[in-house]
């Protein structure tokens, strides 16, 4: 056990909730062939090395039984033997699994979700699923290697940041080595042989740094203890890639921790250190006068050691070394009760905030971004002038700050000054910065523009709801003429009856009261437009009964008028129509080579479209469609003579986004020699870009041509025809 061996367990409780699961499990078997039973009493024997008490040990021997055994257990079974307590836990980590999403990535985002909401009841819930989700690490090597790599980027992208949130640092980096031992074999495998190479070649270092450290020490009659470790597979893995570095840019390699009775002793100890060595200029960080939000607590140097090898001092207090080690799992309430509910919540504040922040917001894009900027990414630690330590997420702005104080803070802000000068509030603020923030009480609020600046989910949030409580009136007219600018991209513009009718469906489908909900959440941001986007196209093609909204899916009933005249314009000879201009529909960009049909518009002559193209297909059971409807065919010199002209055609080229993906795209049609006539990016994500480009194209086979050789490009993972 780790701590104190005093704690006392509820022994006979644990063997029951063991022979319970035991008896639940009899028959169940791992990938790998041993008993079922073996991974819920690994789960616990790390929850107990946690400390944790009684109820967590019995949740974490429980946790699978509800989910697993079918009808042989329920919640109420689980209460009735184990009480309230376990019955909660075990409750929490089940609803966690059931996730009944299709989408991939909404069942995700759903996951996390609930599990931060299970943290905010009880954090114990968490401590047992990342007790879970490291022995599945330690014990990965028996799932197909797909399923290996999906554990792998889950652990990696959420467990892993999690537990450092928490504070659990031991967790972290077991789940990082363990999950980069899975993504990126090879990569492991060379940074482990580096760092055995280099241990081999300076084996005694440690040992004898730690022998001259600890003789100085002992002179000041100071009580420590000494501890040498070597940097992590992965901590060596991310700073090479991440920072661009060699293996010999590594500089924090070596670490010596020197751990003592009292807060003062670290700062004498640390005198000593750099008495005796030579420190690194910028690298010295002081967590103890201002620790990290994750409660870590300690003194950092780098400094030169007399073999000429740099290495790291970590100097902490007992207490502070075991809060790094454990965390939040360290001052846990049920443990120790030595701290209060309230001083535990208030170190779990950022899961309410997290949740708060979520409050009206319908996006679960959003909310991941969300979650990645206030609780996977790194701090700022900003003082006011009072020298109260605000951290913020890396990048967060003065408003950001002005909000983390306080919402009327945020409401009331007119300006900011750094250091005693004045800034522009969307400055960001480095750690170290003094910040004071000038606030008006003839202020107007926050500008809807700041949801564009503010970085963290609690500002944004904020702002949100002070737009929702003092300007819902504003808002219905901002919400009514985006929905206006959506509807007049259709084809055909619906009248006001059917946008009532179509915005009080998409209204009720969302669980509003009323449209004026709506358009209030487009309003104060609470619901991006492009969210609701296909689901108008979906309620306009049941509302707007229009001949271009119904569907026939034969391309052999499209029928056209016998000729009566015949006239060639643009290489396209056109039946029935003298003196008519042609014009190729955007929707398919026909091509010599291709089956076509025109269509008589309304004042802009004939529209020469593909025999199958959907806006064609569309209009057939509508007699006035069918009868616009005309022969048209490709002058016979056309499609003789490719030479005799260009035609423009639209692709969509969906691509990795690299540095040089533009430039691969671009150079491919320049090769061959394809007249490049518009070209569009837009990202998608932040590792995915779309490129629409519209180029000259002779035929059908010459599009075929250039669809083919843009897909070979590489990174481009696929290429369709048309710009929508």
């Known amino acids: 056990m780790i701590g104190s ?120 819930v968490i401590f047992i699923k990342l007790c879970d989700r490291l022995h599945n690490m330690r014990t990965l090597d028996a799932k197909p290697e797909e399923k290996r790599r999906v554990t792998a980027l889950e652990t990696m992208h959420v467990y892993a940041p999690l537990a450092h949130r928490l504070g659990m640092q031991r967790m972290k980096q077991e789940l990082e080595n363990l999950a980069l031992r899975f993504l990126d074999p090879i990569g492991y495998e060379e940074v482990n042989a580096d760092i055995r190479k280099k241990y081999g070649e300076n084996v005694s270092f440690i040992d004898n740094t730690k022998n001259y450290i600890s003789q ?54 640390l005198g000593i250190i750099h008495e005796l060595f030579r420190s690194i200029p910028g690298r010295f960080k002081d967590y103890i006068s201002t620790p990290k939000p994750n409660m870590y607590q300690s003194l950092h140097t780098t400094v030169i050691g007399r073999d000429g090898i740099p290495f790291e001092v970590q100097i902490r207090t007992r207490e502070m070394h075991h809060v790094a080690e454990y965390g939040v799992a360290a001052h846990w309430k049920y443990k120790s009760g030595q701290e209060s509910r309230e001083e535990i919540d208030q170190k779990l504040s950022w899961i309410a905030k997290l949740i708060d922040a979520e409050e009206g917001v319908f996006d679960s894009e959003e909310f991941l971004h969300a979650l990645k900027i206030d609780i996977f990414h790194d701090e700022t630690f900003v003082f006011t002038p009072k020298g109260d330590v605000i951290a913020l997420p890396l990048g967060s702005t003065l408003i950001d700050f002005a909000y983390a104080i306080h919402s009327e803070i945020g409401n009331k802000m007119v300006g900011a000054t750094i250091n005693g000068m004045i800034a522009p509030i969307d400055r960001v603020p480095q750690t170290g910065d003094i910040v004071e923030i000038i606030t008006s009480s003839a202020s107007r609020g926050p500008s809807r523009d700041w949801l564009k600046i503010v970085k963290t989910g609690e500002a944004r949030n904020k702002i949100r709801q002070w737009f929702k409580r ?35 469906a998409i209204a009720k489908r969302l669980g509003m009261h009323e449209p004026d909900d709506l358009y209030n959440a487009i309003g104060y941001g609470g619901l991006p437009i492009s969210k609701i986007t296909s689901r108008l196209k979906e309620e306009y093609e049941k509302v707007v009964h229009s001949a271009e909204e119904e569907q026939i899916t034969e391309p052999e009933q499209v029928k056209t008028q016998k000729p009566d005249r015949i006239r060639s314009s643009g290489g396209v000879i056109v039946d029935g129509e003298y003196g008519c201009a042609v014009k190729f529909a955007k929707c398919c960009n026909p091509l010599p080579g291709d089956s076509i049909v025109g269509f008589i518009t309304k004042g802009y002559g004939v529209s020469v479209h593909k025999h199958n193209c959907r806006n064609i297909l569309s209009g057939m059971k509508d007699p006035s469609f069918r009868d616009r409807l005309v022969n048209v065919r490709w002058d016979e010199a056309v499609a003789s003579d490719h030479s005799k002209g260009l035609y423009e055609a639209t692709f969509r080229v969906f691509a990795e986004n690299t540095i040089s993906i533009l430039a691969d795209v671009t150079t491919t049609l320049a090769d061959m020699k394809v007249t490049l006539v518009a070209v569009n990016t837009k990202k998608r994500t932040e590792d995915d870009i779309v490129i629409t480009l519209t180029v000259g194209c002779r035929s059908s086979d010459h599009y075929e041509s250039i669809v083919s050789r843009l897909r070979s490009v590489p990174h481009v993972r696929a290429v369709t025809g048309g710009s929508d």
């Open 216 to 269: 100085r020490l002992g002179e000041y009659n100071i009580h420590f203890t000494l501890e040498g470790r070597v940097k992590t597979v992965y901590s060596i893995y991310r700073k090479m890639f991440n920072q661009n570095k060699s293996f010999d840019e590594i500089y924090d390699f070596y670490a010596i921790r020197i751990i003592v009775d009292t807060e003062l002793e670290c700062y004498t100890a």
């Open 470 to 504: 003092e300007k819902r009136t504003e808002n219905i007219a901002v919400g009514k003429s985006e929905i206006d600018r959506e509807f007049a991209k259709f084809r055909v513009r619906p009248k006001d009856q059917d946008k009532a009718e179509i915005v009080a």
């Open 5 to 124: 061996t005093e704690k006392r367990y509820d022994v006979e409780k644990i063997k029951n909730a063991f022979l319970y699961a035991r008896e639940l499990h009899e028959g169940q078997f791992r990938v790998s062939g041993e008993q079922y039973i073996c991974h819920p009493v690994a789960v616990a024997e790390i929850v107990a090395s946690l400390e944790l008490d009684t109820d967590s040990i019995c949740a974490a021997l429980l946790h699978d039984t509800i989910e697993d055994c079918g009808d042989k257990t329920s919640i109420e079974d689980v209460r009735s033997r184990f009480g309230e307590e376990v019955a909660s836990l075990v409750d929490g980590l089940t609803k966690i699994r059931e996730i009944n999403v299709t989408d991939k990535e909404e069942a995700h985002i759903e996951n996390i979700r609930k599990m931060l909401l299970a943290m905010s009841r009880d954090v114990r």
